[in-house]
């Protein structure tokens, strides 16, 4: 919500759309795939798988239109926040092209989109904080709401990752 205040504020569609398109599309496709969800626990293996993907579609098409504003608006930057979501948008591109290979091919496959599902949205996360810390969020958020958020962003990124680790593991 703090990404999306700020894009109204700054009027910085790129905030919001790679915020939302990460943090909380793919973060629930992740989750949804996961058996204690909440809400995706009644729901047949199917149904989640289809959730999956619908959510990470949703996700990377923010994700894009997003990085496109940005690119095309100021360029590609050469600090943290600029490497680490150059890495992550193409480490998520990458799992999204062995994604139905492996939903169709098998257990490799599936381990394969796992392994490069869990960098995509840990380099996510470092994108995420490190754009906390950039000068023009900083001036208007202040820095106790940059630390309350990154500590945040940490907790969830730990257990969206290491429920996906164990999970993986126990297909092994």
């Not at 990458?94 to 098998?106: C, E, H, Q, S």
């Amino acid at each position: 919500m703090t990404a999306l205040f700020y894009s109204l504020v700054k009027n910085d569609l790129h905030a919001s759309l790679c915020a939302f398109g990460f943090h909380f599309f793919a973060a629930e496709a992740i989750l949804s795939l996961n058996y204690a969800n909440g809400w995706s626990t009644p729901l047949r293996l199917r149904h989640r798988r289809f959730a999956h993907v619908f959510l990470q579609i949703c996700g990377l098409t923010c994700v894009f239109i997003g990085t496109v504003v940005i690119v095309t608006s100021k360029g590609v930057s050469g600090r943290v926040h600029g490497v680490a979501s150059l890495a992550a948008t193409l480490l998520a591109c990458f799992t999204f092209l062995v994604g139905p290979w492996a939903l169709l091919k098998g257990r490799y496959l599936k381990l394969l989109h796992t392994t490069f599902g869990i960098p995509t949205f840990i380099m996510s996360s470092i994108s995420l904080c490190s754009g906390l810390y950039e000068s023009d969020f900083m001036n208007w958020s202040g820095s106790a709401v940059v630390f309350i958020l990154t500590g945040f962003i940490i907790f969830y990124t730990s257990f969206i990752v290491a429920s996906s680790f164990i999970k993986c593991m126990m297909r092994i």
